[in-house]
């Protein structure tokens, strides 16, 4: 009871003085509660909506490869893995662009230049991600089958990466959208952490004869190495939850293929392709299960990223 | 400053020249960056202003194969959304701004933070589930209130730490004034703290609007979908950016035009919001300096 009452009324409750103070604190606490709540409760909900499949398979649901939903076999394999290959296709491309941008925004570019660029790619961010996925059909697609995955094929061919017919519609395709999703959230974040470094430390690089890449190498980018690398595992964590554009770019087939030009399906975007359609209670809880492994993975990605920048803050003082 | 193209004479050759190749490097990766941006405005507008017509703001989707109609009933099923979603998250977004920023040592406070954080970062397609498996499971339907509590907890979050960010700007002092007058505190909070920073609090709601406005992945499974005007709130209901994509997967080249036009339509919602956040924000802030 006392602790109950503690957590409903805190130490700040009883220190107010007058009853209103202590009703309108005790209401904010409440809401705040019940915030908490929902969070714990998303938690309970897919956990106990995804039981009869992981009762039926155990962990062995997260390790099988075979995915066949009217056999009623459910293995999450392939979804793991084309979240993974997708995450890293878009690691891969966007996160030189995001840093060298950032680079631009706060250490080249005049401010008339540096707000306008810095604006259009925070726009980046605001196109929503069916857009994304439409303009990835009839655009990135065609484009990406005709010109990208031939060139790649006759160049690089002899790794078994980018061997197989080009469909346009398949991993790479996907992996490129998500670059494109994930650069703005790359690039504001490292945009911060170079703001945040003081301008003594480039000036100390300048006396000491630096050239101005110097300058950047060694004042900005070695002091925002953590701070970049929570910039990248927020980057992550965001191309592993985006589900439309990938939904609509990447095929759906729950394979593993060594192929990047080969379709394939991410954790996302299979529940985002089969929930709607789905009718056996074995299937929506394999699904659930999914939304559940994605959910605990992002939730540990995210706080790693946090984690990283309270470090970073905590040492560096900015 | 110091005179650089002076220092620059006395460097060697490589050095010189390894300064300019990365300084050109990074300004590519900055004209990379905003690439994407312009080649798909380029393609909504090309694509998405021929479809563009009366008849798609106002009429009905044509039977399944047959051209014409339009995306009328999505346009106002988004509406219908985004509204009973805000009023939902909005009061509750605002006033858990208010006790983060107002009562922030507490440790429900704290794990407050934490979780709207946490919250903040949650794919869509999770919450979803979530809602699926607490609104739609129950009632056996999809319908507008599984659609808007969706789309209200992923909009609760965002509102959350804006309200937090734009009340902590308000000098400490303010707060000090009301509280010599004799107000309560929580007078103090939301007649004061609050109200003065309301324009402020307002642009953090409409950027808010203008991230759920698009969201999708929640609304294929709570809210679902319909061909017709939304009937009651108890039913499914569609969407502009559920119709969008499908359209946009549909083997009709009229659906698909249409799915263009709707995107066009979206965009410029967005965009729209984004702007008037911004300039709302920055009218504000110069009012504040001036």
């Given amino acids: 009871m006392t602790i109950l009452s503690q957590i409903l009324f805190g ?61 009623e076999q459910y293995g999450a394999l392939p979804f793991i893995f084309g979240t993974l290959v997708t995450s890293l296709v878009a690691l891969i491309l966007a996160v030189p662009v995001s840093i060298g941008s950032s680079i631009f925004l706060t250490e080249l570019a005049p401010s008339w230049i540096a707000k306008p660029v810095g604006f259009l790619i925070e726009m980046l961010a605001a196109i929503p991600s069916v857009v994304y996925g439409l303009w990835g059909i009839f655009v990135l697609a065609p484009f990406v089958r005709e010109y990208i995955q031939p060139v790649l094929g006759n160049n690089l061919g002899f790794l078994p990466l980018f061997q197989g017919p080009p469909f346009g519609i398949g991993i790479f395709t996907a992996g490129l959208i998500l670059a494109v999703m994930i650069l703005p959230t790359i690039t504001a974040v490292c945009r911060e952490v170079f703001l945040a470094i003081p301008r003594s430390t480039r000036e100390g690089a300048l006396t000491l004869g630096a050239t101005r890449w110097e300058t950047i190498r060694l004042a900005v980018l070695q002091t925002a190495i953590p701070g970049m690398l929570s910039a990248i595992i927020l980057g992550l964590g965001r191309a592993m939850g985006e589900t439309m554009a990938v939904t609509m770019l990447i095929g759906n087939r729950a394979v593993i293929s060594s192929s990047l030009f080969a379709p394939g399906a991410t954790m996302a975007s299979v529940i985002a392709n089969e929930y709607p359609e789905a009718s056996s209670d074995m299937h929506l809880a394999a699904l659930t299960a999914i939304g559940l492994a994605l959910f605990l993975v992002s939730l540990v990605v995210n706080g790693v990223a946090r984690w990283v920048i309270a470090f970073y803050r905590g040492r560096f003082n900015v | 400053m110091i005179n650089v193209a002076r220092i620059d004479q006395h460097l060697s050759l490589r050095r010189r020249w390894k300064n300019h190749f990365m300084l050109g490097l990074v300004t590519l990766a900055a004209i990379t960056a905003i690439l994407p941006l312009m080649i798909v405005f380029f393609h909504i507008l090309k694509e998405g202003l021929p479809a563009l017509s009366f008849e798609f703001f106002t009429s009905l989707p044509a039977p399944t194969g047959q051209p014409g109609g339009g995306m009328g009933n999505a346009i106002a099923g988004s509406a219908i959304l985004v509204a009973l979603a805000s009023a939902v998250a909005v009061p509750i977004g605002v006033l858990g701004g208010v006790y983060l920023s107002e009562y922030a040592d507490g440790q429900v406070a704290n794990l407050f933070r934490w979780t709207t954080d946490l919250l903040t970062s949650l794919p869509s397609i999770v919450v979803g589930l979530f809602v699926y498996a607490t609104v739609v499971a129950p009632f056996k339907s999809f319908s507008a209130y599984a659609g808007a509590a969706a789309l ?137 300096s001036a």
């Avoid at chain 1, 897919?46 to 099988?64: E, N, W």
């Avoid at chain 2, 709570?222 to 005007?229: E, K, M, P």
């Fill in chain 1, 11 to 71: 130490r700040a409750g009883h220190s107010e003085v007058r009853s209103s103070d202590f009703a309108f604190v005790f209401g904010l606490r409440i809401l705040a509660l019940a915030v908490i709540g929902i969070f714990i409760s998303i938690v309970v909900f897919l956990y106990i909506r995804s039981q009869p499949v992981l009762a039926r398979d155990g962990l062995q649901f997260f390790y099988s490869q075979e995915w066949n939903p009217s056999e």
């Fill in chain 2, 152 to 288: 209200a907890i992923l909009m609760v979050p965002i509102v959350v730490k804006t309200t937090e960010e734009v009340l902590k700007l308000m000098p400490q002092h303010v707060r000090e004034a009301g509280l010599a007058l004799g107000l309560p505190r929580w007078r103090v909070i939301l007649f004061v703290v609050l109200r003065g920073r309301l324009p402020a609090v307002m642009t953090g709601v409409i950027l808010a609007l203008a991230r759920i406005a698009g969201e999708t992945a929640p609304l294929l499974i709570t809210a679902f979908g319909n061909r017709n005007w939304p009937q009651a709130l108890s039913e499914p209901t569609p969407s502009l950016p559920v119709q969008i994509f499908n359209y946009a997967i549909s083997p009709f080249a009229d659906w698909q035009r249409q799915a263009w036009a709707g995107a066009l339509t979206l965009v410029f919602l967005v965009f729209a919001l984004n702007l008037v956040a911004r300039l709302w924000l920055a009218r504000d802030a110069s009012g504040r």
